[in-house]
T-cell receptor
Framework: DAGVIQSPRHEVTEMGQEVTLRCKPI?????LFWYRQTMMRGLELLIY????????DSGMPEDRFSAKMPNASFSTLKIQPSEPRDSAVYFC?????????????FGPGTRLTVL | QKEVEQNSGPLSVPEGAIASLNCTYS??????FFWYRQYSGKSPELIMF????GDKEDGRFTAQLNKASQYVSLLIRDSQPSDSATYLC?????????FGKGTRLSVIA
């Protein structure tokens, strides 16, 4: 079975450019999560969706970040304009349903470098 | 602010020994606790979850939960070099997972 799919795996861009990260969750999973991981701050939840609806975006650092989930099999995380401090590994994860008990399955991540 | 605290390590143990990884959490409303393993350059993968006070065993791994002390631990018996990784503790209640920054474990052959 295919796991969570993310693209691109690596992205190098220049400050000020728009960056779009993509995620395909595991088929049948109802919840989708976007995380950012850095050495300094660890793994931080940015936003999560349940049944394609954004439930909590309090972790989105600022207005430069936006996320969408137009259907059950696709989500995007966009950064516009990008800044060097956005350099990190961005993970997408999905789970079958409820928050408290369901295992989250992580994608391979997108390593973003903003020059 | 809901927090999960872990000793960053590195924790070094000899092959065959027991590795003990510890985690504390601040939110008393947390009900579910997870241990993820993350190899360098890879994504986190679930090892175990625990909901009830006490011990839960799965092969060489034992998770321990003490809600009164707000303390979770992971024991790895007969540690192998392949266990060398960063171990992330996570807690959730009615909110999504909050992760600790992880403890780096090094098993020396």
């Amino acid at each position: 079975d295919a796991g969570v799919i993310q693209s691109p795996r690596h992205e190098v861009t220049e400050m000020g450019q728009e960056v779009t990260l993509r995620c395909k969750p595991i088929s049948g999973h109802n919840s989708l999560f976007w995380y950012r991981q850095t050495m300094m701050r660890g793994l931080e939840l940015l936003i999560y969706f349940n049944n394609n609806v954004p439930i909590d975006d309090s972790g989105m650092p600022e207005d430069r970040f936006s996320a969408k989930m137009p259907n059950a099999s696709f989500s995007t995380l966009k950064i516009q304009p990008s800044e060097p401090r956005d350099s990190a590994v961005y993970f997408c994860a999905s789970s079958l349903g409820g928050l408290r008990t369901d295992t989250q399955y992580f994608g391979p991540g997108t390593r973003l470098t903003v020059l | 602010q809901k927090e999960v605290e872990q000793n960053s390590g590195p924790l070094s143990v000899p092959e065959g020994a027991i590795a003990s990884l510890n985690c504390t959490y601040s939110d008393r409303g947390s009900q579910s606790f997870f241990w993820y393993r993350q190899y360098s350059g890879k994504s986190p993968e679930l090892i175990m979850f625990i909901y009830s006070n006490g011990d839960k065993e799965d092969g060489r791994f034992t998770a321990q939960l003490n809600k009164a002390s707000q303390y979770v631990s992971l024991l790895i018996r007969d540690s192998q070099p392949s266990d060398s990784a960063t171990y992330l503790c996570a807690a959730s209640g009615n909110t999504p997972l909050v992760f600790g920054k992880g403890t780096r474990l090094s098993v020396i052959a």
